[in-house]
Structures are given as structure tokens and as C-alpha cells.
């Protein structure tokens, strides 16, 4: 596991540009999975200020809200639209499906189409969870529908400034940990207590993040107000 410190959120996302560019350059036909969230703005203003070439890419987002439409500003869907995917090409998207009729349906489908993510970002919430697996997860866990914390809505709510589902779409733990390298990103000082519990705690399920030190490819980068 490898920790990068940075001063501000634009340097760390200037570096996990650089990380995810590098790859790029190695392979061009790259899968990559997205996140979403405050964090990964910025990055994602960097790939699309760097001019590449992203028309041999496959991607995959990490969860969405269920049930919700796509022109919900609320939508995974709408924000992967309007911060990266209206801006370059890529060969496919692939986005969990929040107006489907069928969830369990659509979580399996989504689950069997992921063959191989090379590279996934991530961010983490202030319980440890990645993607929207909560804490209790199973560390076996694959794509499927679940139910968000109170915590996860009310820290959700109060970054959206409007109140969001109750249930979720999301990877499993188990999916996430199939990629061959990982980037987790954090930059705000409510994440310290997550991010510290991740690089100084026990493995365990109750902190699903913890999953990620038994992967062998994981950068963390941080802004220096996360105090380790």
C-alpha cells in the first residue's frame, strides 16, 4: 500500500491524473472504474484538460442511488454525464441502471460484465465504505441492491443539499478487489478517522476499506489536512 501526501485537493488530483495517464499510455484499451462524489471533480477536470486519447477505454461506475431516473441531478448517471462522459469519447460506458424495473436482475448482468477492471478509483465514506458497502459487509460481497446507513444518507444529503434514496446499487467488496490496481483518493478532513482506521487498523468487516491491504496493487493519496 502505497500513501502519497499532498497539499490541496488539486495536487492530489493532479497526481491521480498522473497515475491513471501513465496506465493509459501503457493501455490504451484500459478498463477503468469511476467514482463518484466531491472528490473526483477535480481529477476528472484533469483528464479532460489532458487532451488523451480515451476512445479505447471501458468504463465502469462503482454504484448509484435505486430507485432514481438518470436526469436526477442526483444520478450517478447525470453527474458521470455532465462532469466526464459529455466531455470525451470513450468505447463503452457501463452505468448500474437506477430506473430499472428489475434491480437484482440488473446487479447480476452488471456483475457477470465485469471481466477485468485494470485500474479503479475510489474515495471512501466517513464509516469506511467503498462504494456503498456499509460497514458488516462481506468481504465476498459482489454487485447487488442494499440499504444505505442513516449516516451514508445524512452525509450524502447534506453534500447534495437534497435528501437521496435509501437504498443503493453498488460493486461488491469482492468486485472491487478483482482490479489490478486501485487509486483511493480523500481530501477532506472528515475522512481522516476513515482514512487512519484503514492504514492503522485491524482488517475487519465492520471497516470495509480495511479490505484493501490485502491487495497488492493500492495507492492512497491524501491532502495534508488528513492527519495520519
Known amino acids: 500500500m502505497k500513501i502519497i501526501t499532498t497539499n490541496n485537493k488539486k495536487e492530489l488530483s493532479k497526481k491521480a491524473s498522473e497515475i491513471l495517464l501513465k496506465e493509459l499510455v501503457k493501455k490504451p484499451d484500459l478498463t477503468i472504474g469511476f467514482a463518484t462524489g466531491s472528490t473526483p471533480l477535480e481529477l476528472y477536470k484533469e483528464l479532460i484538460k489532458s487532451k488523451k486519447d480515451f476512445s479505447q477505454v471501458t468504463t465502469f461506475n462503482l454504484d448509484e442511488y435505486y430507485p432514481i431516473k438518470k436526469n436526477n441531478p442526483l444520478s450517478f448517471y447525470h453527474y458521470m454525464y455532465k462532469n466526464l462522459f459529455n466531455h470525451l469519447k470513450f468505447k463503452e460506458i457501463n452505468l448500474l441502471d437506477g430506473e430499472t ?29 467503498i462504494g456503498f458497502n456499509e460497514p458488516g459487509t462481506s468481504f465476498n460481497s459482489k454487485t447487488r441492491l442494499i440499504n444505505l446507513t442513516k449516516q451514508t444518507q445524512e452525509d450524502n444529503t447534506k453534500l447534495e443539499g437534497s435528501k437521496v434514496p435509501e437504498k443503493a446499487m453498488t460493486m461488491g467488496l469482492k468486485t472491487i478487489m478483482k482490479a489490478k490496481k486501485i487509486i483511493l483518493i480523500a481530501s477532506n478532513k472528515n475522512k481522516e478517522k476513515a482514512i487512519q482506521k484503514l492504514i492503522n487498523g485491524k482488517i475487519t468487516e465492520n471497516h470495509p476499506a480495511s479490505i484493501l491491504k490485502n491487495h497488492k496493487d493500492v495507492t492512497i493519496i491524501i491532502t495534508k489536512e488528513i492527519i495520519l
Open 101 to 129: 424495473k428489475n434491480p437484482q436482475k440488473e446487479c447480476q448482468d452488471y456483475e457477470n460484465k465485469i471481466k477485468q477492471i485494470d485500474l479503479q478509483i475510489l474515495g471512501i465514506g466517513t464509516n469506511g465504505h
